[in-house]
């Protein structure tokens, strides 16, 4: 794919958004019809609950993206001032369209919920600013974007870990309820 056109750049930058939206509301529905837990959040928590597993599916994409920098012998790695490919310029370009997903996400629920978390979305500000910058300055090397991707290697586990203790409040409540129950 001819990368250093910006038609094809805009395409994939828009795809991974589209995409990372499916993800987002596919979760939504799979955790609707399947766990009881779901149900029961309020509807900050769903949401939550829905950009956790969609963040979980980015981070695991990038951890394979800095993973191969750091380990296959290619020109990202070789040259890292200058050093560009294929695989690195589709992974530049969805994680900005992950990062557009993202602010939109963060300021379209605080909108929404009232909320506003200003650490979150200077956050999510740099690393949508840090990703644009290397679409936009296409002639410097992927090898700082793809390891700063590494970064992103934790969020899989803390995302399950914040699903999970969601499920096992719920199952607490209800033994709760149900011993509350029986005893009378």
């Known amino acids: 794919m001819d990368y250093s056109s910006w038609d094809i750049r805009l395409k994939v930058i828009c795809l991974s958004f589209i995409f ?33 597993a969609t963040r979980a599916v980015f981070g ?18 070789s040259d890292k001032i200058l050093g560009q490919e294929d695989w690195s310029w589709f992974n530049v370009l969805s994680a900005t369209g992950f ?53 992103e290697m934790s969020t899989p586990f803390t995302c399950i870990s914040w699903m999970l203790l969601k499920v096992r409040r719920n199952s607490q409540e209800k033994m709760f309820f149900l011993e509350n129950l029986i005893s009378l």
């Open 20 to 52: 990372y939206t499916f993800i987002f509301i596919l979760c939504h529905i799979l955790s609707k019809l399947l766990f009881c837990t779901y149900r029961s959040l309020s509807a900050k928590e769903k949401v939550f609950w829905d950009l956790a």
């Open 60 to 77: 695991i994409q990038s951890m394979v993206a800095g993973l191969r920098a750091l380990m296959e012998d290619s020109a990202v790695f």
């Open 99 to 151: 990062f557009l997903f993202e602010n939109v996400a963060l300021h379209g629920s605080s909108a929404v919920f009232r909320s506003f978390d200003p650490s979150l979305a200077v956050h999510h500000f740099f690393a949508l600013s840090g990703f644009v910058g290397a679409v936009v300055w296409d002639r410097l090397g992927h090898f700082l974007p793809m390891v700063t991707l590494l970064m």
